[in-house]
């Protein structure tokens, strides 16, 4: 078992920047592929970003690419995700998972948070 914790969440201003982090505990946190989603209301599920257990590796969707930076300090079991430039489209419950595959896909993710939200006002 892992257990995902998301903070960070919060009301910004159009433009502005917000850095989300995901405390793990559990099982060897090197050992996972960690993601993150994000879902508006009304809206599925979304892709935002994913990082191999080294660091080495990362990917992000098109939408976030060059505003949004996933990195993980595996010495403290901890994941983030810094989002600059924020946009209204931007506003969404954020989760952070963890899967044993790199992937877009949520079904791939066997660990989520509860869920930290982003407001971006314009």
């Known amino acids: 078992q892992v257990q995902l914790v998301e903070s960070g969440g919060g009301l910004v201003q159009a433009g502005g920047s917000l850095r989300l982090s995901c405390a793990a505990s559990?099982?060897?946190?090197?050992?996972?592929?960690m993601g993150w989603f994000r879902r508006a209301p009304g809206k599925e599920r979304e892709f935002v970003a994913a990082?191999?257990?080294?660091?080495?590796?990362?990917d992000y969707a098109d939408s976030v690419k060059g505003r949004f930076t996933i990195s993980r300090d595996n010495a403290k079991n901890t994941v983030y995700l810094q989002m600059n430039s924020l946009k209204p489209e931007d506003t969404a419950v954020y989760y952070c998972?963890?899967?044993?595959?790199?992937?877009?896909?949520?079904?791939?993710?066997?660990?989520w948070g509860q869920g930290t939200q982003v407001t971006v006002s314009s």
């Open positions: 559990g099982r060897i946190f090197s050992n996972y592929i």
């Open positions: 998972a963890a899967s044993g595959i790199i992937s877009r896909n949520w079904v791939s993710y066997s660990y």
């Open positions: 990082i191999t257990g080294s660091g080495g590796n990362t």
